[in-house]
């Protein structure tokens, strides 16, 4: 991406964000005098706004907005979705978080370090004690947000006029039923991969799980903007599937381009620790490249280090040289490249997103899509 | 309640819990070729089923499908809803116990213990990598089921054409927000509670941490049988109304007979052990009671066992005993019988439940709800 287009990405970007969270805070406070008695009590009230005043991308919302726009519907009637999304995937941080046991996200603690240190120390609690309560109000927030979204910010589609009661029920089902069975199904083989042999698995079945875990989000947010736009309940609609499968695949090359990061990203710009997921023994494409590509002594060296929570920053460093030296990364980058592009990784040949949005008529928005995709591999945070 | 009564509101609840559990099979079934397809991998499948396949007495769903019913609506048309709030309830146990640290419910073991210990077991993962897969599970798990009622059991309501999508979609807002909020916010308050002086606390606190805990899901289920019933979105509608602040009250005095069963209950019936309530610390009205009412040593005694985890059975005895000679008890069954039955309790006169059906024409669903009210504070388990 040169200069020129990624300024130009990053204002439409940041002129989309800022209109996601101005909505954001807008719902939340029709429903309360003040923003902190919509939710309560106050531990609640402020861990749901948490992340998103730690601010976040907010790639999803804009997908979707763009999508919406691209087959000719108005970007504002799909806002209150764009907000609804922007919370959804916000719970599932919260709850993975506690499931992967991370402590830093966006610059900041997680949500259940957070309220445990508070507990500890405003609260005055025993650390025992105040590690639960943490955990509570992760556990909380999240289940309070999965329904903010789903039931209040998404139904405002409705009551804002921008589609039929039938669509916004459509949309809701396609969230928080058809998206969530298959995202906690790919969250949960992540946390069963991680206690694999890596040998035991193979591209295609960690490319399945990166879909599920990440992609079926994303292709939520093309289907979403597309139906909103078209004022649809149809999700076989030609433009819905193209901008479906265009998002879908985006989100794969998201997680490819998310899992290089983790290995050799800036700590500063990513806002939260390199490594963890090498300590986690998180089973990603680079780890397994590299492991297939290893010789005993590189294998028994990986195994000692991935999956080790007390691995020493120096037992990860050897790990990373070993994921550039053997290609891991490399490879990575080339599939989540033709998973926009298209192209043959590895024996496999893929459509790339890009090619979904040939039919599509030229617009401002579909111009913000090949932008937003090309910002998929090549973000460095 | 005499025999007869007794008789026939067991075989009248045992028909409608029937009706739902097949109903939610069902519903499950039409997403996957068979029911394990449906959430996957195999730990999500079998434990989103797990406390519906134990049993449970399905009280919020039969008083849903009878409001239904009450307002001359068709029983059936009720069902998704039913089935919704059944499950709904469901995902909120499962969280709770985490939150408690419960082991036990319905005969069973929790699902966070449950899937921990197969983890250790068949897996045979180390202790605390199994515990944290427990509690891994247990999370996702009531995520889908939140998704499952509220984004596919009730737009079935639309969808098998019971009501217009307008009004599935307020009763998903219903449902998934404005219940959610308070119902979580209990849920904090609860726990918080917990750790304050118990004479930091008064009777009015406590009643408005049960409601919001347990009887906002009841007034959900009253409120949402007379909208299907009417086929209405207005909340406001007489009858509506009326349903509503009926369970809502029923919904408060089940609460008030759980805290006195959680103390003086059959383990055996329970399913779940006696004197957790006590070991946990909870603020519950008959412990309120009972230390006003102490002198200096008892409160000493009081205080040395309540939120003890470590309490022996022989102390916990003794708190018990405590409860029932210092009228702790019996003033809380005057309580909970005052919200079904109105009454000066406390110096607070309540408005009964009952009382809130007398506008009903008369039926066989309002007979029922008659007993569904009584068995509320009749009820053993």
Request: with cysteine.
């Amino acid at each position: 991406m040169n200069k020129n287009r990624r300024e130009l990405f990053e204002s439409e970007l940041a002129r989309m964000s800022k209109k996601v969270a101005d909505y954001i805070y807008e719902n939340a406070r029709r429903h309360g005098e003040e923003l902190r008695k919509t939710f309560k009590p106050i531990d609640i009230a402020e861990s749901v706004y948490y992340y998103t005043r730690l601010g976040g991308k907010r790639l999803r919302p804009a997908v979707l907005l763009a999508s919406c726009g691209a087959v000719g519907g108005d970007e504002n009637a799909a806002l209150p979705a764009a907000a609804a999304v922007e919370i959804y995937h916000t719970w599932t941080l919260i709850h993975d978080d506690i499931i992967d046991k991370d402590t830093k996200r966006r610059h900041g603690d997680t949500v259940h370090i957070k309220w445990s240190q508070k507990a500890r120390t405003q609260y005055r609690w025993l650390p025992e004690q105040a590690s639960h309560y943490g955990l509570t109000v992760a556990i909380l927030a999240g289940d309070v947000q999965q329904g903010w979204a789903v039931a209040s910010l998404l139904p405002d589609l409705y009551w804002r006029k921008s589609v039929d009661a039938e669509v916004a029920l459509k949309l809701v089902h396609e969230l928080d039923f058809e998206t969530l069975r298959i995202l906690v199904e790919g969250e949960t083989l992540d946390v069963i991969y991680s206690t694999r042999r890596i040998d035991d698995l193979d591209q295609e079945k960690i490319l399945e799980m990166l879909w599920k875990k990440t992609g079926v989000l994303y292709r939520f947010c093309g289907m979403a903007g597309a139906m909103i736009g078209l004022n649809t309940s149809d999700k076989e609609n030609s433009e819905v599937v193209a901008l479906s499968e265009f998002a879908s695949r985006c989100g794969i090359a998201f997680q490819l381009q998310d899992d290089v990061l983790g290995i050799y990203g800036d700590e500063e710009k990513l806002g939260k620790p390199v490594g963890s997921d090498i300590r986690e023994g998180k089973r990603t494409i680079p780890l397994w490249k590299t492991y297939m590509a290893a010789d005993p002594g590189q294998r028994q060296l990986i195994g000692r280090v991935v999956g080790n929570p007390t691995a020493s920053p120096r037992e990860i460093q050897s790990v990373t040289e070993l994921f550039k030296d053997l290609g891991g990364l490399k490879y990575t980058q080339e599939l989540a490249r033709a998973y926009i592009e298209g192209g043959n990784v590895g024996g496999t040949t893929t459509e790339g997103a890009l090619s979904y949005l040939k039919n599509l008529d030229d617009s401002r928005y579909k111009s913000f899509l090949r932008l937003w995709a090309d910002y998929m591999i090549s973000r460095e945070f």
